[in-house]
C-alpha cells in the first residue's frame, strides 16, 4: 500500500469513528461493485446513507466536497442502486435514502471532520 | 406514497387537462419529471424544493417521481409549479386534502424560491377550461385570481404563499376570491384616453373616421408627415361603442395568454389599440412561434390595429394580414398544433403619399424619383386594398384652422351616432353572422341594401366614368349603406353614394 492509498485509508477509518460516534451504524466498508467502491454504508433509525468520503491535504485545490464531480455522483449512485438491488431488505423500516460526503480536512493540525448530509441526489 | 393534483395546460387559447401525479418512494434520492416537460418546467424541481425548504415544510431524502399526464402533450412554463409542489407535500404526508367529495381542486401557479406565489399567464383562458371540464374551483396565485373569478361558477381560491395554498387545499377551499363587478369596473372606465375635440380642423377626415367606424369599415390614410394621421388613429377606439363584459373578457383572454396584462390591472377594460413598428416580423403581426403565440392581429382583436408607414411592412407581414381581416380570425399551424386565435379588428393604415412625404404638397417639393414612386405604392397588393374600404388624404392643416378651437365635437358626440348606426345594422343583417356593414358578403349586399333611383343613376354613371370594378361597386355600396345608417336613412340615396364614392377616389396613384 502506497502513502496515498495509507492517507485514503486513514482518513475513512476517521469518518467512520466520526459517524459511529454519533449513533450510525456501518453496514458495509469499501464495498467493492466491480470496479467501483462505495465507502462507507451507514443507518441511523430510518434513515440510510451512502457515504463518500473526501479527504484532503492542503486546502489548495478547494475544499473537499467540492471534489464530488458529476461523474462520482453518478457512479456512487449508480452502485447503491445495485447494492440495494441485490438486498432488498436494506430498505425495511426506512423512510429516506440519502447520498451524504464526509470531508476529512487535514490541511492542520488535528484533521477536521465534516458531514455533509444528503450533499447530492441524482436529478433526471 | 402516490398523491395527485388536477392542472391544466394551454395550446393557443385552448385548455387541455393535465393531471400531475408525485410518487415519493424510499429509494436512492432522485428529483425527475417525465411527460414531455419543456426547461421551464425541469427547472420547476429547484424551485419547488427551494420553496418548500423555505416554507419550514420538510423535504425528505427520498425518491420523487412527477409525472404530468397525458404523456403526449407538451408542457410548457412555470404554472406547474404548484400542483407539483401540493402533490408532494400530499403524497409525504404533510398536507391534506379536504374536498370531502365534493369535487376536486385544481391548482396552478409558479414558485419564487421564497414559497411565494407568482402570477402565470393566461389564467383566464386557463380557468374557463377548467369550468367547462366540470372542475369546482381552482388554487392560484392571488395575482391571478381577478381574472379568474371572470369565469361564472367556478370557486376561485387564492394564495399568495405555498403555505396559503395548502391551507385552501386542506379546508378543501378556504376563503374564495370575490368576483369582480365587471359592468361597473367597465363603466367606471373613460371609453378613450383622448377625445377627438382636441384635433383643429380635419372635419372631413373626422368624419370619414365616424363612417368607419359605424360600419367596422378598414381605412387607409394618405397624407404627409405631420398632418395628424397618428393624432387622428389614436382617437378611434374612443368613438367606438363601448366594451361589453363579454367582449372585455375576450380581449383579456388573448392578453393574459400573451402575458400583456399590466400588474395591477387585472383586466383589459379599454378596446386594444396597437401599433406595431414597421420593421415587425410577420409572426409577430399575425401570430407565430413554436408553440403558438397570439401576434398583433389578435392583441388588436375588438379595438384597433394602426400600421403606420404601411407600405414599409415586411410583405410577408402585410400579405399575413389577409386571412384575419377576411374571416376576423387568425389559423397558426405548426409541426404538431393547429391554433386558432380571434382577430377581429378594425385596420387602420397611414401612409406618406410618396417616400419622402412630400408629394403634392403646397408648400413642399417632392424629391422622389419616379421610379421609387412606382415601387412604393405597388407594395400594396391588390387582395389587401380590397379589404380596406376607405381611402381617406389628411392634408396638412392650414394655419387659420389650426388657430379655431373650441368648435370640434366630442368623442362622446360621435360615438352616440356609431351606436344608433350600428344598431341599425344589427337589425338589418340579423341572422346573416355579421355585425357590420364592413362584413356583408355580395349577396347580403344585394339583399338588404337599397338603393333610390338617383343612387342608381349616380352608381351607374360612377361605374362607366371610373372605370370601377364590380368588387369596387360593392364596396361603395357598403360604405354608402354605412353613411345612410349614420343619416338613419332607410334607403341609400344619392348624398350618401357621393359620399361614399368621395372616399374611394381619393389617393392620386391608383390605389
Known sequence: MNERQQFGRAAEEAAALH?????????????????GELDLIVRRGSVLAFVEVKARRSASFGSPEDAVDPRKRRQVARLAEIWLGARPWALRGVSDVRFDVVAVDASAEPATVRHLPAAFTLDG | MLAQIASEALTGLQGHPVEVEVDV???????????????????????????????????????????????????????????????FLLATGQARDGGNGRGRLAALGELGLDGSLRPVAG????????????????VLPAANAPEATLVRGLEVYPAATLA????????????????????????????????VADIFGQNQVKRALEVAVAGAHNVLMTGPPGAGKTMLARRVPGIMPPLSPDEAIEITRIHSVAGLLPAGAPLVVRRPFRAPHHTISSPGLVGGGGTPRPGEVSLAHLGVLFLDEFPEYRLSALEGLRQPLEDGEITISRRLISVTFPARL?????????????RGDA???????????????SRLSGPLLDRIDLRLEVPRVPPRDRREAGSAESSATVRTRVIAARARQLTRLAGTGAYANAHMTARHLRRLCRLDPGATSLLDHAYERLHLSARACDRVIKVAQTIADLAGAETIDAGHLGESLSYRTSGRHGI
Open chain 1, 19 to 35: 459517524l459511529t460516534r454519533r449513533g450510525w451504524t456501518l453496514l458495509g466498508r469499501n464495498v467493492r461493485i466491480g470496479r
Open chain 2, 25 to 87: 418512494v424510499a429509494a436512492a434520492p432522485a428529483f425527475s419529471i417525465v411527460g414531455l416537460p419543456d426547461a421551464a418546467v425541469q427547472e420547476s424541481r429547484e424551485r419547488v424544493r427551494a420553496a418548500i425548504v423555505n416554507s419550514s415544510f420538510e423535504f425528505p431524502s427520498r425518491r420523487i417521481t412527477v409525472n404530468l399526464a397525458p404523456a403526449d402533450l407538451r408542457k410548457e412554463g412555470p404554472s406547474f409549479d404548484l400542483p407539483i409542489a401540493l402533490a
Open chain 2, 123 to 138: 389564467a383566464l383562458a386557463l380557468a374557463q377550461s377548467l369550468r367547462a371540464r366540470g372542475v369546482r374551483g381552482l
Open chain 2, 164 to 195: 396559503e395554498a395548502v391551507a385552501q387545499l386542506g379546508a378543501g377551499g378556504g376563503a374564495a376570491a370575490p368576483p369582480i363587478d365587471l359592468e361597473a369596473l367597465l363603466a367606471a372606465t373613460p371609453i378613450g384616453d383622448a377625445d
Open chain 2, 346 to 358: 378594425m385596420l387602420i393604415a397611414a401612409m406618406n403619399p410618396c417616400p419622402c412625404g412630400y
Open chain 2, 363 to 377: 408648400e413642399r417639393e417632392c424629391v422622389c424619383p419616379g421610379h421609387r414612386l412606382r415601387q412604393y405604392s
